[in-house]
């Protein structure tokens, strides 16, 4: 098949794509493809929508936006909670739409993680992102504990995969917590997390997953799992905006029990602005809130959400496979010769939504890309990402990157650019 007929091939199967009209819901910039949408997702116009008139809210109503307005801000978060639970395949009283993912896992370790003599220890992977780590490790000193010894990290076999083998023969009887991705942030990699789940309770271990990668993108039964708690950030694959406030899962039957790290807004709702020095903890995932809402970084979610709840995580996922799946084949048949491995599952139930494409030239080939107007995502060392995202890319989007790429580097573009990450990767 020419070039020419495989890109006519791509239009034909975007002519028959079911959510093709959701695209004109984003700013995408005219000539340039936007292939990085799991490290941050773009704006929808339903966003922008929605986070104006937050403003409009504040400026018209000052504080009596608690209570009033198009999006009062007293039952915010419970809103969006709502809307996530859907995607995490939980009951709306076990999300909750608040803080970051880092400060969301402090809070979840602070009050799931109950060291006893002889069963002190946390387990993690290899090729878990830095920022999990950190507080883990932070975690473990706040008590006393030292992270050499008390934090396990699974290794990797090959630097890419996690084995879920390898997991359960480390789940051994001094850990007393698990915590690990949903998705492998460099490899795409989904873990099975009903069998982990399942194993870590055999064993009288609790566990929770990092949702991050997966979350918007891939679909999950955190409740029917039995999964004791999991978090993730919002504007990744939710296009929720930079920054905006995290999500957190605690199952129901951890209801009642006091969160590790307690603030304000975890009060029930009825005794919030009773002042009172005694907490009265939500009787839900509600408790787990610290802080006052952070208003103007939850309203792009309201639009960016109504997307989701109208779609379903199903038929995002549907369109993903089919997105990822046609840029393996294009690559295998283009950029082989170069050089470039596929570094991500082949198999649909074990790929995330992005690919992992592995080259010597990583760096330097993502900056050539984004000198042809392509927006990609480098992961050292030697990582190009691409994320083609189920609303607003195509498979013609998916065509012209492969074909660009294939340009790139027989013209040899990439080597007018240092090998060296950028300073935001």
Not at 103 to 128: M, S, Y
Not at 243 to 254: C, D, N, S
Not at 347 to 353: L, N, S, T
Request: overall charge negative; some cysteine; hydrophobic content about 40%.
């Amino acid at each position: 098949m020419t070039l020419q007929a495989k890109r006519s091939d791509a239009a034909a199967r975007d002519e028959q794509d079911a959510l093709a009209a959701y695209r004109d819901e984003f700013y995408l910039q005219p000539g340039s493809i936007y292939m990085d949408g799991n490290s941050l997702g773009l704006l929808s116009k339903r966003a922008e929508k929605t986070l104006l008139e937050s403003l409009s809210d504040w400026k018209e109503l000052g504080i009596d936006g608690w209570m009033k307005g198009r999006h009062p801000w007293f039952e915010l978060s419970e809103r969006l909670a709502a809307l996530n639970a859907p995607l995490v395949g939980a009951q709306a009283e076990e999300v909750m739409v608040t803080g970051s993912t880092t400060v969301n896992l402090h809070q979840l370790v602070a009050t799931f993680f109950q060291p006893t003599e002889g069963r002190d220890k946390i387990l993690a992977d290899a090729l878990t992102f830095p920022s999990d780590i950190y507080a883990l490790q932070s975690q473990l000193r706040l008590r006393g504990l030292d992270p050499e010894t008390h934090l396990i990290q699974v290794p990797s076999r090959d630097g890419r995969f996690l084995e879920e083998d390898d997991i359960i023969a480390a789940m051994t009887d001094d850990i007393a917590l698990i915590v690990l991705p949903a998705v492998l942030y460099r490899s795409g990699q989904i873990l099975d997390m009903e069998r982990l789940t399942k194993a870590a309770h055999d064993r009288g271990i609790l566990i929770g997953f990092d949702g991050c990668h997966s979350v918007g993108a891939v679909p999950h039964a955190f409740h029917d799992w039995d999964v004791d708690f999991a978090y993730w950030c919002n504007y990744k694959h939710l296009n929720g905006g930079p920054g905006t406030v995290g999500g957190l899962f605690v199952h129901e039957r951890h209801f009642g029990t006091l969160p590790g790290l307690t603030g304000w807004f975890g009060s029930r709702k009825d005794k919030q602005f009773d002042m009172d020095h005694t907490m009265t903890p939500a009787a839900h995932a509600g408790a787990f809130q610290i802080g006052t809402p952070h208003v103007l970084s939850l309203a792009p979610q309201i639009g960016a959400l109504e997307m989701f709840d109208e779609v379903g995580i199903e038929a995002v996922r549907t369109k993903s496979l089919a997105l990822t799946q046609y840029m393996m084949e294009l690559v295998e048949q283009e950029l082989t010769p170069y050089g470039f491995v596929i570094g991500n599952p082949i198999d649909d139930k074990r790929r995330g939504a992005h690919l992992s494409l592995e080259h010597p030239e990583a760096a330097r080939i993502c900056k050539a890309l984004k000198e042809n107007r392509i927006i990609p995502d480098f992961r050292a060392p030697n990582i190009v990402r691409l994320a083609p995202v189920a609303l607003y890319n195509t498979f013609t989007d998916v065509y012209d990157v492969v074909a660009t790429l294939k340009r790139i580097m027989k013209d040899k573009e990439y080597e007018r650019f240092a090998n060296e990450r950028e300073v935001v990767a």
